[in-house]
């Protein structure tokens, strides 16, 4: 599966790891490295639990263009 997530800058310093698909599923990471990793762990731990519980996983993705 493949999932879009947000990495943004912390105030303490830290990158902050978001998978704006899966409800509560944000993490973060000393190094960009380190919120990837944190995040991909946070997604199967998501949707293992989804699974386990009969819940659905909401994947619905649209692409939109905006001018900036």
């Known amino acids: 599966m493949r999932f879009f997530i947000t990495l943004t800058q912390g105030e303490d310093g830290y990158i902050i790891a978001e998978c704006p698909s899966l409800d ?4 973060q990471g000393k190094t960009k490295e ?3 990793n944190n995040i991909k762990e946070a ?3 998501s949707i293992g ?3 386990a519980n ?3 996983i ?3 993705i649209e692409e939109l263009e905006v001018a900036v």
Do not use: D, H, Q
């Not at 509560?24 to 993490?27: A, D, Q």
């Open 24 to 27: 509560g599923c944000v993490t």
């Open 34 to 36: 380190e919120a990837m």
């Open 43 to 45: 997604i199967e731990l």
């Open 49 to 51: 639990t989804r699974k």
């Open 54 to 56: 009969n819940l659905p």
């Open 58 to 60: 909401p994947l619905e």
